[in-house]
């Protein structure tokens, strides 16, 4: 039962994870804009965000997690599957939130540049 439980769990993390990576590009407002300022301007801020290193983030969730998943797992004698449950989502949770940092900041970048963001 256990290992089917955890199958289960790292299934939903891989599906979190992907649907992530699957989030659309920003909307820009075309009206007025140049098609070739934008591509640049685009190229631009996108290098901005290769500086938000998403790896780094999911192994320090990674970590922190399974190192309080296993000091839960020791007070129910389960330290295994709590560290394991713990390392998943620690490591999800940081993954998305390294993403979602990184829309923010390529947005920022796109607005202060002024363009008109509509999502």
């Known amino acids: 039962m ?3 439980n955890v199958r289960f769990f790292t299934l939903v993390t891989t599906i979190m994870i ?3 990576a699957a989030h659309p590009d920003p909307i820009v407002d075309m009206k007025g804009v140049d098609p070739d300022a ?3 301007d ?3 801020c996108e290098s901005y965000t290769e500086e938000i ?3 780094k983030g999911i192994a320090k969730g990674t970590a922190t ?4 998943g296993a000091i839960a ?3 129910g004698d389960d330290i295994g599957d709590s560290a394991a449950y713990g390392g998943l989502y620690g490591g999800t949770r940081s993954g998305l939130a390294a993403d979602r940092e990184r829309q923010k900041v390529f947005k920022r970048c796109l607005r202060g ?3 008109r963001v509509l999502n």
Not at 65 to 68: E, H, K, R, S, T
């Open 2 to 4: 256990r290992h089917s």
């Open 18 to 20: 992907a649907a992530c």
């Open 38 to 40: 934008l591509a640049q």
């Open 42 to 44: 685009w190229q631009e």
């Open 53 to 55: 290193l998403i790896s």
């Open 65 to 68: 997690g399974a190192a309080v």
């Open 73 to 75: 797992g020791a007070i």
């Open 113 to 115: 540049r002024g363009y």
